[in-house]
Nanobody, 120 residues
């Protein structure tokens, strides 16, 4: 079955950086769009970024544009989210998700999430 496993979360001071990883298995990785989402305590799940199957297209939420970068390594079936200039408001559980459709906006598979905490 499809499995997505996030890693790389942790505690960091404001202004610092973290790189999250999303390792995929059981998925036709080469044809999958991978998205990153986050959920802060008491809030809904918000879109953060996504990358197309080819890696040629990326999209970011306004709140992270210019600070976060999404990339993928097809040889490792892994997508990364490089997070720089972190702010306390970036504190959340971060999830990766997969879909075979860039256009639909919906995701079929989800990971369990990794906690990111940014201290002020």
């Amino acid at each position: 079955q499809v499995q997505l496993e996030e890693s790389g979360g942790g505690l960091v001071q404001a202004g610092g950086s973290l790189r999250l990883s999303c390792a995929a298995s059981g998925l036709t990785f080469a044809t999958a769009t991978i998205g990153w989402f986050r959920q802060a305590p008491g809030k809904g799940r918000d879109f953060v970024a996504r990358i197309s199957s080819s890696g040629d297209f990326t999209e970011y939420a306004d709140s992270v544009n210019g600070r976060f970068a999404v990339s993928r390594d097809s040889a490792k079936n892994t997508v990364y989210l490089q997070m720089n200039s972190l702010k306390p408001e970036d504190t959340a559980v971060y999830f990766c998700a997969a879909t075979y459709s860039w256009l639909s906006g919906g995701y079929d598979y989800w990971g369990q999430g990794t906690q990111v905490t940014v201290s002020s």
